[in-house]
């Protein structure tokens, strides 16, 4: 299992990147949802994930990648609500204000870029595991 | 920057390369051999469970299943690699004059 590591570490990793994405993804698709008067609008989730163990000796000997202990969660941002004066909608409250979900398209869309970047880092780390193991079965060959 | 993390890599953590001695060698490069067999078996049945759930649509992750695959074909090679150079062992002992 010894050489086999490095692939659960990066499947680790690329599980991650694609929570992200998937949390911007879920971001991006409430930032137009309104919420009726009273009631809170969409806040924005973001993922909090806590490394548990940082004992590099143990972490070698991991057997698989849901094994790798991380404390990942789903946090809901708390943010103040996006007020648009806008009296005919359904959802406008006493003043004529309608509270939209407080989601920063921008910070969402870094975060997929992010996301998008670190997953291509871990692809690249299993790759070159692959790439290293193939070139060690290389010894002693060709002669 | 320490280099504590990488003192603290146990080298007798990792298998060793070379067998013990001559006498224990054989008995123990055929154990080594089976057990290499059963996990590339074993491997090649998480390869194909992996592609059986891409097919039916159940898979959560891509990366696991390309993972898996990945391994799987590694496994092979090894296998494979191990099965060329016993043989050439064996000629280059078969061939020596008596």
């Known amino acids: 299992m010894d050489y086999r590591a490095v692939f659960q570490?990066?499947?680790?990793?690329?599980?991650?990147e694609k929570r992200r994405v998937e949390v911007a993804a879920l971001n991006l698709a409430n930032v137009h949802t309104t919420a009726p008067d009273g009631q809170?609008?969409?806040?924005?989730?973001?993922?909090?994930?806590?490394?548990?163990?940082?004992?590099?000796?143990?972490?070698?000997?991991?057997?698989?990648?849901?094994?790798?202990?991380?404390?990942?969660?789903?946090?809901?941002?708390?943010?103040?609500?996006r007020l648009v004066h806008d009296p005919g909608h359904p959802h406008a409250n006493a003043q004529g204000f309608v509270a939209y979900a407080s989601i920063d398209q921008v910070t969402e869309m870094a975060s997929v870029s992010t996301a998008l970047r670190a997953y291509e880092a871990n692809v690249a780390v299993a790759s070159t595991a692959r790439a290293m193991a193939m070139k060690a079965l290389d010894l002693g060959g060709q002669s | 920057m320490?280099?504590?993390?990488?003192?603290?890599?146990?080298?007798?953590?990792?298998?060793?390369?070379?067998?013990?001695?001559?006498?224990?060698?054989?008995?123990?490069?055929?154990?080594?051999v089976s057990r290499e067999l059963s996990s590339?078996?074993?491997?090649?049945?998480?390869?194909?469970?992996?592609?059986?759930?891409?097919?039916?649509?159940?898979?959560?992750?891509?990366?696991?299943?390309m993972l898996e695959?990945?391994?799987?074909?590694?496994?092979?090679?090894?296998?494979?690699?191990?099965?060329?150079?016993?043989?050439?062992?064996?000629?280059?002992?078969m061939r020596m004059q008596v």
């Open chain 1, 9 to 16: 570490i990066a499947a680790a990793g690329m599980d991650l």
């Open chain 1, 40 to 81: 809170l609008a969409y806040a924005a989730q973001k993922l909090v994930a806590k490394p548990l163990q940082v004992d590099f000796n143990r972490a070698l000997d991991l057997a698989g990648p849901r094994l790798l202990p991380r404390d990942v969660r789903l946090v809901a941002s708390e943010q103040v609500p």
């Open chain 2, 2 to 32: 320490s280099l504590q993390a990488i003192q603290a890599i146990d080298l007798r953590a990792f298998p060793a390369t070379a067998p013990a001695g001559a006498a224990s060698a054989a008995p123990g490069f055929a154990h080594w």
């Open chain 2, 40 to 65: 590339l078996n074993q491997q090649l049945g998480v390869a194909e469970q992996g592609l059986q759930r891409l097919a039916s649509g159940t898979a959560t992750n891509l990366h696991e299943v």
């Open chain 2, 69 to 93: 695959l990945e391994q799987a074909r590694l496994a092979m090679q090894v296998a494979s690699q191990v099965r060329s150079r016993v043989l050439e062992a064996y000629q280059d002992v």
